[in-house]
């Protein structure tokens, strides 16, 4: 995967990576071996291997994947002629770190010289299908787009599998079976697996039985927002933010708008929600236009510091997904209180004193969202957002985990 431009979780913690090997060790020591081609623009050198071809990933399918040896997401990266040019690269370069994007490229590793070989994982996705299956049962209606940013991988002959709700749910089914024992295979493989989620991370230690020396959690390397005053406008105003052509955005903004908002409004009827992102899906905006001008699509915003330095809180009621949500992140970046479902906020403590409140009802959600209200809690909760962002999240914490992840090296 390319991790520019960053907009992505995944991609913002690889690019991250890379930020942190060129500052410890420069630039000219950091290297980055991409399947496919590549832009020109990249702070690091980069060599180019040929990804599989149609056909070599269907006979990996068939031959892999059909008889239990491999799940599809690798198979449909493993080819012989990329293996080989992977090895020719690295006899090439003769590293001494090689850190390898999740199972699909960690699937490579061999013989090769590196003090150490560490695979980051991203999320434990076969909890991330079980969620997704889970999700799908209990609701029916939801269009949870099972392939995401994978689709690209796809072959087209393949695709057409994902469009059939019977279809996905019986291959998810099969996928994460699989890929649950690559996940555990992996770490005994290699020198260190990381993950995004500390929950997660304990997960693949117990399944393991490996200990948190092998298996540790990582957060992003964000840029740090400028600091600026909080100034909460008057009127309550909340933002929802995120790329509304996501299913899981789309999802969680619909059912939010239809069970939680009509509580805050019956409570609190000067309150506003304004919307932050492009490309609403198709029913989205006449959904909002039943609250009538409480209600704001604002699209794009280049300075997101304005609107979430005079917000009350931020809203993230998403139902379904998986990782670390990195716009909860960068809202307590701003100080800025989040109000999430569970599943909004898996990974991410929300505890007291974190400035995360955590609503698993409507009435709960509405009920935090009116309690900050409160200016004088306002302010508290704010407060103790930025100090959950610099104890966690600021650079200096980051490049700190890093160097604990890295240690070796």
Same mark, same amino acid.
């Given at each position: 995967?390319?991790? $520019?431009?960053?907009?992505?979780?995944?991609?913002?913690?690889?690019?991250?990576?890379?930020?942190?090997?060129?500052?410890?060790?420069?630039?000219?020591?950091?290297? $980055?071996?991409?399947?496919?081609?590549?832009?020109?623009?990249?702070?690091?050198?980069?060599?180019?291997?040929?990804?599989?071809?149609?056909?070599?990933?269907?006979?990996?399918?068939?031959?892999?994947?059909?008889?239990?040896?491999?799940?599809?997401?690798?198979?449909?990266?493993?080819?012989?002629?990329?293996?080989?040019?992977?090895?020719?690269?690295?006899?090439?370069? =003769?590293?001494?770190?090689?850190?390898?994007?999740?199972? =699909?490229?960690?699937?490579?590793?061999?013989?090769?010289?590196?003090?150490?070989?560490?695979?980051?994982?991203?999320?434990?996705?076969?909890?991330?299908?079980?969620?997704?299956?889970?999700?799908?049962?209990? $609701?029916?209606?939801?269009?949870?787009?099972?392939?995401?940013?994978?689709?690209?991988?796809?072959?087209?002959?393949?695709?057409?599998?994902?469009?059939?709700?019977?279809?996905?749910?019986?291959?998810?089914?099969?996928?994460?079976?699989?890929?649950?024992?690559?996940?555990?295979?992996?770490?005994?493989?290699?020198?260190?697996?990381?993950?995004?989620?500390?929950?997660?991370?304990?997960?693949?230690?117990?399944?393991?039985?490996?200990?948190?020396?092998?298996?540790?959690?990582?957060?992003?390397?964000?840029?740090?927002?400028?600091? =600026?005053?909080?100034?909460?406008?008057?009127?309550?105003?909340?933002?929802?933010?995120?790329?509304?052509?996501?299913?899981?955005?789309?999802?969680?903004?619909?059912?939010?708008?239809?069970?939680?908002?009509?509580?805050?409004?019956?409570?609190?009827?000067?309150?506003?929600?304004?919307?932050?992102?492009?490309?609403?899906?198709?029913?989205?905006?006449?959904?909002?236009?039943?609250?009538?001008?409480?209600?704001?699509?604002?699209?794009?915003?280049?300075?997101?510091?304005?609107?979430?330095?005079?917000?009350?809180?931020?809203?993230?009621?998403?139902?379904?997904?998986?990782?670390?949500?990195?716009?909860?992140?960068?809202?307590?970046?701003?100080?800025?209180?989040?109000?999430?479902?569970?599943?909004?906020?898996?990974?991410?403590?929300?505890?007291?004193?974190?400035?995360?409140?955590?609503?698993?009802?409507?009435?709960?959600?509405?009920?935090?969202?009116?309690?900050?209200?409160?200016?004088?809690?306002?302010?508290?909760?704010?407060?103790?957002?930025?100090?959950?962002?610099? =104890?966690?999240?600021?650079?200096?914490?980051?490049?700190?985990?890093?160097?604990?992840?890295?240690?070796?090296?």
């Amino acid at each position: 995967m390319n991790p $520019y431009p960053s907009d992505a979780g995944k991609k913002v913690v690889l690019a991250g990576l890379l930020e942190y090997f060129a500052h410890r060790h420069g630039a000219d020591s950091v290297h $980055y071996i991409h399947v496919g081609p590549m832009g020109d623009t990249f702070p690091t050198a980069v060599t180019t291997v040929s990804g599989p071809r149609t056909h070599e990933a269907m006979w990996q399918v068939l031959t892999r994947t059909t008889t239990g040896r491999a799940s599809l997401q690798e198979s449909l990266l493993r080819s012989p002629r990329t293996g080989a040019e992977i090895r020719h690269a690295l006899g090439r370069l =003769r590293p001494d770190v090689i850190v390898y994007d999740t199972l =699909r490229m960690a699937q490579y590793a061999g013989e090769t010289g590196a003090t150490q070989q560490i695979c980051y994982l991203d999320d434990l996705f076969s909890e991330r299908y079980s969620t997704m299956l889970r999700t799908a049962a209990q $609701y029916p209606e939801i269009d949870i787009a099972p392939l995401g940013n994978f689709a690209a991988f796809v072959p087209s002959l393949l695709r057409p599998i994902a469009g059939h709700r019977r279809g996905w749910q019986t291959l998810l089914a099969v996928e994460r079976r699989l890929v649950r024992r690559g996940e555990d295979r992996m770490p005994h493989r290699l020198d260190r697996a990381l993950l995004i989620s500390e929950p997660e991370a304990r997960t693949l230690r117990a399944r393991t039985g490996l200990g948190d020396d092998r298996i540790m959690s990582v957060p992003p390397l964000l840029r740090e927002p400028a600091r =600026r005053p909080r100034r909460p406008s008057e009127d309550p105003t909340y933002v929802f933010l995120g790329q509304l052509s996501l299913p899981h955005n789309d999802d969680g903004l619909r059912s939010f708008l239809g069970v939680v908002w009509p509580l805050v409004l019956a409570a609190e009827p000067r309150a506003r929600l304004r919307i932050i992102g492009r490309s609403p899906r198709d029913g989205l905006t006449e959904a909002a236009a039943a609250h009538g001008d409480s209600v704001f699509f604002e699209g794009f915003v280049p300075d997101l510091g304005e609107a979430l330095g005079s917000a009350t809180a931020m809203v993230n009621h998403l139902r379904f997904g998986s990782g670390i949500k990195l716009k909860v992140i960068e809202a307590l970046g701003h100080a800025l209180p989040v109000v999430s479902t569970p599943i909004g906020a898996h990974g991410i403590d929300s505890g007291d004193g974190s400035g995360l409140l955590v609503g698993e009802t409507p009435e709960s959600f509405a009920s935090h969202l009116l309690s900050l209200t409160d200016a004088t809690r306002n302010a508290e909760y704010s407060e103790a957002a930025l100090s959950h962002f610099t =104890r966690a999240y600021a650079r200096d914490a980051v490049m700190a985990s890093y160097d604990r992840a890295f240690a070796a090296a």
